[in-house]
Structure formats: C-alpha cells, structure tokens
C-alpha cells in the first residue's frame, strides 16, 4: 500500500526566505505526483503536477523536483511571502483500469511565513 | 470559470438521518473523486468514477454510504445512516482518465451530532 509522508509537518519562517518541502513515498511505481495548497477551511488548490517521466516543474517562485527511483519529491519556494502561508500537501496516483488511480496524500506541512 | 462544485458547503444533521452529498465535476472531465478529510487521517480517497462507471469505492463503509453517478454532471454521495464519526469535510474533485491535474470543490463539511 502506497505511503506518503511530508517533512517537516510545520515550518515559521521569516519572510523573504527560500524554503524547501519534502515529500516521500514509499512505492516508486507512480503514474505522476501533484503539490496542492490549502487554505484554512478552504479546498485545494492544484499548484505543481509532475508526471512520472519528468524530473521537475516550475511555476512562478514555485519549483517542484521528483526522483521516482529514490521515492521523493520536493517544493522548492522562492522568497517567500506572507501569502505562502497555507497547508502545502503532496500526492501521488498510480495507473489503475486504464489511466490514473485516485491520489494519495500526505499529511501536509503547515507553513508560515512571518511579515 | 471552471470549477467543480458541491453542494450543500455545510451540513448539520443527527445521528441516524440520511445525508445526501452533491457534486458537479467540470465539464468534460471524465474522472471524478469522493475524498474525506479528518484532522487524524488526512485526506482518504472513498471511490471514484471513470466516464461514470465505478472503478473503485474501497475505502468507503459499503454498510452506510453510496456513490453514485446518474448522468455526467452530476455526482453522489450518500450516507445512511450518519454517524458522529462520519464529521468530516468531504472533497469531490474531477479531472481526465490520463492523469491530468485533479481540480478540487471547495468541500462539504459535515457535523454528525
């Protein structure tokens, strides 16, 4: 069964900081790995999707790396803001019947960003 | 503006009544999710549908909830009977069989007293 842990679980930082997150997973056969963000009391919002033949994407001050054979990924944020501040969460799919299998999640680092 | 949406946003009921979860995926979208989210486990995919037909619905209760998905815009969730450890938020998200991006509604929370 399919595990996925994040380091650290929370992280307070002061603005303007790079950071990075970490996600493993502990079977390395992955269809592709998604990082989505969380706001309290909010639904997710799909930031980074890498598929399993990529080795990373970027998006603004967001870059996310994945090295399936050793089973990890992580979210790299550029000069943070007080607006990163959200619940950061990784997902992994595997294929199933045909395309891509449900997610499964990590528990999340809870990052804050102080002003 | 694509988006999934569920409804109802929020959900109070007693113990024993039924609870039904609604939730339209974007259009075009052939997969779609039912996850719960709990403060102790995270988020737990329940079932998800491809082009409408169940492919996998393990990690619900069989005795208490249904998934179902009676047209291509519309998705179900149902409980009955509720119980107090069914408050969660649940989550329906939706996306294409080649595993694009999985786009997320903004949830049911559900209380159970």
């Known amino acids: 069964k399919q595990e996925v842990t994040q380091i650290p679980a929370a992280l307070s930082v002061p603005e303007g900081e790079n950071l990075v997150l970490n996600c493993s997973f502990t079977d390395s056969a992955i269809y592709n790995l998604q990082w989505f963000r969380q706001d309290p009391g909010k639904g997710l919002t799909s930031l980074l999707l890498?598929?399993?033949?990529?080795r990373e994407q970027t998006s603004g001050r967001l870059n996310a790396s994945l090295d399936k054979s050793s089973g990890r990924s992580t979210l790299y944020i550029a000069a943070s803001q007080p607006g990163d501040s959200a619940t950061y969460l990784c997902a992994v799919s595997v294929y199933s019947g045909g395309g891509a299998d449900g997610l499964t999640f990590g528990k999340g680092t809870h990052l804050i960003i102080q002003p | 503006d694509a988006r999934v949406t569920q409804t109802p946003r929020h959900k109070v009921t007693e113990m024993g009544q039924e609870v039904t979860m609604r939730c339209q995926p974007i259009?075009?979208?052939?997969?779609v999710f039912w996850y719960r989210q709990t403060m102790m486990q995270g988020l737990e995919l329940l079932a998800y549908?491809?082009?409408?037909?169940?492919?996998?619905d393990s990690g619900m209760p069989k005795d208490r909830f249904s998934a179902e998905m009676p047209d291509a815009t519309l998705a179900t969730l149902k409980i009955q009977p509720s119980e107090p450890r069914d408050s969660a938020v649940y989550f329906c998200?939706?996306?294409?069989?080649?595993?694009?991006?999985?786009?997320f509604g903004q949830g049911t929370r559900l209380t159970v007293v």
């Open positions: 259009l075009g979208h052939n997969t």
């Open positions: 890498i598929q399993s033949s990529q």
């Open positions: 549908f491809r082009n409408r037909a169940p492919l996998d």
């Open positions: 998200a939706s996306g294409f069989t080649e595993g694009t991006e999985a786009f």
